[in-house]
């Protein structure tokens, strides 16, 4: 036999092309002989794909798509184990062959080296057959189709059908002592012959070694049929080889038959199937019986308990034979990526088959197959949990299903970013969870409603919100490839509003008691228009108690902010405000006006209305004084009550002759109350006349409504004293005595001395400068306020021996 072009003798010449040689880096370049092919595998440089070169003793052949499948070789880059790998057959067109037991292959790798330049290294090596050949062997390469028969086996297998006669038929017809080929097709009859030439123009390789006829296609020739075998399809070339010796017309018949089936992803794992027998394919394929099936992957077969160790099954009846394999089963390779913000795999496994097929005589048949196969980009969203529980006040959130080659790097809590680490160090808390009988894990993580990176909102309807925009970057390791999961949660309250004050009286104070709430910083409290702060409370002279279950303020009878009423020598009532108002609105939206009736001793009140109210035992000022003959400046003015000892007198300041200065920022306000001696008195006590002074002092800027409406109506209490005056001799007090009881005699004696001014006339001067003078005041007097006030200031009385009740 001669087989035309392909039939020559390898000459190795002395001389090589020209080639940058470089020493092979050992690390980076492996070669492995393997059952049916050297194994050539290199690390990628990024950035840049390694290319073969076959080099033979005639040239240098570039390894392209289209020449690899031609000629038995099958070049890939796999990113996922991150290498390229060069399938060469032992069959291919520039390996020297000897005898079919060794194998003898020369390549150029081109690569890059550390700089990014290419080199080009030279690689040799001999394989020795690791396993004697088969009769017949079909190797299904993922770019090409090969069989190789024995060559003594002129009619190999099978009976003689009619389409072998058909065919034979044509051979007979065009046989000439060269070699000639013609393709049977599916559902075709007529057969075309062609010549070896033609055939390798068209892609086809016919190869004669000492012991073997070779046949190569690429897939999806023009001659292939696809044909489907219980829903696997199934590629089939069937080239018939024919020449005529002598008398004799020789014919062989070569087919090849490959699944091509793609796998299948059912949602657990990769799923490929094959038909068990080919013989509806062929002729020269009837009759065989599937001996053994063994599968694995990247290119060695596995035996079956590891291959069941992996989880991957094999399920074989009379039609079909079916693999799978789990996701993720040990030998394949994920994939991670990111795409559209989320997190996408996939499985890639490169499936080993092989079958061994047995014929009635008990010829083998061999087939090999390499398929690689992989899932769709599968993405795994993180699910999130929301675990929260409001009466923890804390935010859960569990951030779940997440691959373990992910990890959580930052968190963003309404736009404030925090890595882990600083998320733990601030008031959040961040721990990982590994998920049960699995290989996923979550994150948890805790905010607490009040940190400050919560936003709050509170309507006066009574409804409050807790919210949180939260945004997980997440990444890939281990590249660092960031995503990103969004998620919000809201708490919400309802019936929330200003907290509620309790109060009781007690003998000389009035106690009020708040219990804490969670949303009590909504609202802060007030007496009057100030807010109540432990300082203010000391300086009024209140006894606040402050922890974190409650609050409780005891105020003393007689202290800022109470006002009294109904007073009289038995009892009066006191009241006292507590104001709850918004922090931020100063709106107040609460109060409690607590009335207490407390028991008469002595007081003093000065009413924001102008009227004095006072309460005094005249008994401690003069031993056996008589209270009822007891009177004011004004000795008409009598008290309202008394009993043995006490007076109650309650005037407007503007009557019973009550004096009246500016003591800058205050106005004074004076009366005497004029103790009536005992009647029988003729002690010494005469000569040192006691009176007691009472006198109510408002700030003089919580009076502008005298000024400007001329009603006394002042911003708040005046302040009360009452102090114990002895009575000069040279005092015109004499005749204010309440024996001399006549007005203008009061009044005669006020203007020379002391010039009182009622409030209607500080209101005439202030409001009315141009208007009549006043009899004891000059028109220059218009001035100023600060110097009205300045003149007047001379009219203080210096008190002595002050008590202050
Ligand atoms: C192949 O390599 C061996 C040893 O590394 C060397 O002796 C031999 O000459 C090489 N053959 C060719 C064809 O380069
Ligand atoms: C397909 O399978 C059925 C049985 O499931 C069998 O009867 C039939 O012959 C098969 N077809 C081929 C083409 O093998
Ligand atoms: C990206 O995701 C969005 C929603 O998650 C989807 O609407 C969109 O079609 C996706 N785009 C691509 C290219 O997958
Ligand atoms: C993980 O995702 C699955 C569905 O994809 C869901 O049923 C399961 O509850 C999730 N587990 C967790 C812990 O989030
Ligand atoms: C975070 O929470 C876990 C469980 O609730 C707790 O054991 C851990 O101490 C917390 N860490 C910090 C920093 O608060
Ligand atoms: C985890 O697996 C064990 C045994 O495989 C099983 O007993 C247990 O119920 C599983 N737990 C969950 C949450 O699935
Ligand atoms: C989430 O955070 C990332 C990184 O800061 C940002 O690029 C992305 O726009 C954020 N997504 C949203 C919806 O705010
Ligand atoms: C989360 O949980 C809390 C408490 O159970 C609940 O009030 C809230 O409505 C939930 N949902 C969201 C989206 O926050
Ligand atoms: C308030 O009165 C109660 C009972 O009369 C007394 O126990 C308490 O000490 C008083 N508080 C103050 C601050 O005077
Ligand atoms: C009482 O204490 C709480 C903290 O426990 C504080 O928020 C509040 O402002 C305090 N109230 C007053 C009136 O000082
Ligand atoms: C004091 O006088 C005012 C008006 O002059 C009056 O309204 C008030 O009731 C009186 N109070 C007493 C205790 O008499």
């Known amino acids: 036999m001669a087989l035309g072009f392909l039939l020559g003798v390898f000459v190795l010449l002395s001389v090589w092309l020209k080639v940058r040689c470089a020493d092979v880096p050992m690390a980076s370049v492996e070669t492995e002989c393997r059952d049916r092919y050297l194994l050539v595998t290199t690390d990628i440089v990024a950035g840049h794909e390694p290319r073969f070169e076959a080099?033979?003793?005639?040239?240098?052949?570039?390894?392209?798509?289209?020449?690899?499948?031609?000629?038995?070789?099958?070049?890939?880059?796999?990113?996922?184990?991150?290498?390229?790998?060069?399938?060469?057959?032992?069959?291919?067109?520039?390996?020297?062959?000897?005898?079919?037991?060794?194998?003898?292959?020369?390549f150029n790798l081109i690569a890059a080296d550390e700089d990014g330049e290419e080199v080009t290294y030279r690689l040799n090596e001999t394989c020795y057959l690791p396993l004697p050949w088969s009769p017949r062997e079909i190797s299904c390469e993922e770019n090409y189709m090969e069989v190789s028969v024995r060559n003594d086996m002129s009619c190999p297998f099978g009976k003689t059908e009619?389409?072998?006669?058909?065919?034979?038929?044509?051979?007979?017809?065009?046989?000439?002592?060269?070699?000639?080929?013609?393709?049977?097709?599916?559902?075709?009859?007529?057969?075309?012959?062609?010549?070896?030439?033609?055939?390798?123009?068209?892609?086809?390789?016919?190869?004669?070694?000492?012991?073997?006829?070779?046949?190569?296609?690429?897939?999806?020739?023009?001659?292939?049929?696809?044909?489907?075998?219980?829903?696997?399809?199934?590629?089939?070339?069937?080239?018939?080889?024919?020449?005529?010796?002598?008398?004799?017309?020789?014919?062989?018949?070569?087919?090849?038959?490959?699944?091509?089936?793609?796998?299948?992803?059912?949602?657990?794992?990769?799923?490929?199937?094959?038909?068990?027998?080919?013989?509806?394919?062929?002729?020269?394929?009837?009759?065989?019986?599937?001996?053994?099936?063994?599968?694995?992957?990247?290119?060695?077969?596995?035996?079956?308990?590891?291959?069941?160790?992996?989880?991957?099954?094999?399920?074989?009846?009379?039609?079909?034979?079916?693999?799978?394999?789990?996701?993720?089963?040990?030998?394949?390779?994920?994939?991670?990526?990111?795409?559209?913000?989320?997190y996408h795999q996939v499985y890639v496994l490169h499936l080993y088959f092989e079958q061994l097929l047995v014929d009635e005589g008990g010829v083998e048949t061999r087939i090999r197959l390499h398929r690689p196969m992989s899932t769709p980009p599968l993405w795994q969203a993180p699910s999130v949990i929301n675990q929260t529980v409001l009466a923890e006040r804390i935010f859960t959130v569990y951030l779940g299903n997440i691959t373990d080659d992910v990890y959580l790097v930052a968190v963003k809590l309404n736009g404030h970013e925090y890595t882990t680490q600083e998320a733990n160090a601030n008031n959040f808390n961040i721990?990982?969870?590994?998920?049960?009988?699995?290989?996923?894990?979550?994150?948890?993580?805790?905010?607490?409603?009040?940190?400050?990176?919560?936003?709050?909102?509170?309507?006066?309807?009574?409804?409050?919100?807790?919210?949180?925009?939260?945004?997980?970057?997440?990444?890939?390791?281990?590249?660092?490839?960031?995503?990103?999961?969004?998620?919000?949660?809201?708490?919400?309250?309802r019936d929330v509003f200003a907290p509620v004050f309790n109060a009781v009286c007690n003998t000389r104070n009035i106690s009020f008691t708040m219990d804490h709430h969670p949303f009590d910083y909504l609202w802060e409290v007030a007496i009057g228009p100030k807010l109540l702060t432990p300082n203010l409370?000391?300086?009024?002279?209140?006894?606040?108690?402050?922890?974190?279950?409650?609050?409780?303020?005891?105020?003393?009878?007689?202290?800022?902010?109470?006002?009294?009423?109904?007073?009289?020598?038995?009892?009066?009532?006191?009241?006292?405000?507590?104001?709850?108002?918004?922090?931020?609105?100063?709106?107040?939206?609460?109060?409690?006006?607590?009335?207490?009736?407390?028991?008469?001793?002595?007081?003093?009140?000065?009413?924001?209305?102008?009227?004095?109210?006072?309460?005094?035992?005249?008994?401690?000022?003069?031993?056996?004084?008589?209270?009822?003959?007891?009177?004011?400046?004004?000795?008409?003015?009598?008290?309202?009550?008394?009993?043995?000892?006490?007076?109650?007198?309650?005037?407007?300041?503007?009557?019973?002759?009550?004096?009246?200065?500016?003591?800058?920022?205050?106005?004074?306000?004076?009366?005497?109350?004029?103790?009536?001696?005992?009647?029988?008195?003729?002690?010494?006590?005469?000569?040192?006349?006691l009176v007691v002074t009472v006198r109510c002092e408002y700030p003089l800027s919580g009076l502008h409504k005298l000024f400007a409406y001329r009603r006394f109506e002042a911003d708040a209490p005046g302040i009360g004293t009452m102090v114990v005056t002895e009575v000069s001799e040279k005092s015109p007090l004499t005749v204010t005595r309440p024996t001399i009881s006549t007005t203008t005699a009061t009044t005669t004696a006020l203007r020379t001395t002391r010039r009182p001014l009622s409030f209607g006339k500080i209101d005439r001067y202030i409001n009315n400068p141009q208007g009549r003078p006043t009899p004891w005041e000059k028109p220059h007097a218009i001035q100023p306020r600060t110097k009205y006030v300045r003149r007047f200031s001379w009219q203080m009385n210096n008190p002595k021996e002050q008590t202050t009740y």
Not at 75 to 98: I, K, M, W
Not at 261 to 284: H, K, R, V, Y
Not at 468 to 490: G, K, R
């Open 55 to 106: 080099v033979d003793a005639d040239g240098v052949y570039p390894i392209t798509e289209l020449y690899g499948a031609e000629c038995g070789y099958m070049f890939s880059v796999l990113p996922v184990p991150g290498h390229a790998e060069l399938r060469a057959s032992y069959f291919s067109c520039h390996t020297d062959n000897q005898g079919d037991d060794a194998f003898s292959f020369i």
């Open 537 to 689: 409370a000391f300086k009024h002279g209140y006894n606040m108690q402050n922890d974190s279950k409650s609050l409780t303020l005891d105020v003393p009878l007689f202290t800022v902010g109470y006002t009294y009423e109904d007073i009289h020598l038995a009892q009066f009532i006191g009241t006292f405000e507590i104001l709850t108002r918004s922090s931020k609105t100063l709106e107040v939206a609460r109060s409690l006006a607590k009335r207490c009736v407390f028991q008469t001793t002595e007081l003093i009140v000065c009413s924001t209305k102008g009227v004095m109210t006072v309460v005094k035992d005249v008994t401690t000022v003069i031993q056996g004084a008589e209270p009822s003959r007891t009177s004011l400046k004004d000795s008409t003015c009598r008290p309202k009550e008394t009993d043995d000892t006490r007076v109650l007198f309650n005037f407007s300041l503007d009557t019973c002759g009550t004096r009246v200065m500016v003591n800058y920022p205050h106005v004074v306000y004076e009366n005497d109350i004029i103790i009536g001696q005992p009647s029988d008195s003729e002690a010494p006590v005469k000569t040192r006349p």
């Open 162 to 342: 009619d389409d072998w006669t058909a065919a034979s038929f044509t051979a007979h017809h065009d046989a000439t002592s060269a070699w000639q080929v013609m393709f049977r097709k599916e559902g075709e009859e007529q057969f075309t012959s062609m010549s070896l030439t033609e055939a390798r123009v068209l892609g086809y390789v016919f190869h004669l070694t000492q012991g073997r006829l070779v046949f190569r296609s690429p897939y999806s020739q023009p001659h292939s049929s696809h044909v489907t075998v219980n829903g696997t399809r199934v590629e089939v070339v069937h080239p018939i080889l024919f020449s005529r010796q002598r008398w004799v017309v020789m014919m062989v018949d070569l087919v090849v038959a490959c699944s091509t089936n793609e796998a299948m992803f059912d949602g657990l794992g990769l799923i490929w199937e094959t038909p068990t027998l080919l013989s509806s394919l062929a002729s020269s394929l009837v009759g065989l019986d599937s001996m053994q099936i063994s599968m694995g992957v990247d290119g060695q077969l596995l035996d079956r308990p590891t291959a069941t160790g992996r989880g991957y099954s094999l399920e074989i009846n009379d039609v079909t034979t079916r693999l799978s394999i789990p996701f993720n089963a040990e030998g394949g390779y994920r994939h991670t990526f990111v795409m559209n913000n989320t």
């Open 431 to 493: 721990t990982m969870v590994q998920q049960q009988n699995s290989t996923l894990h979550g994150y948890t993580l805790r905010v607490p409603f009040d940190d400050a990176v919560v936003h709050k909102m509170y309507s006066t309807e009574g409804y409050f919100l807790y919210m949180l925009y939260i945004n997980f970057t997440l990444a890939i390791q281990p590249q660092e490839e960031p995503f990103y999961h969004l998620m919000s949660v809201v708490a919400h309250f």
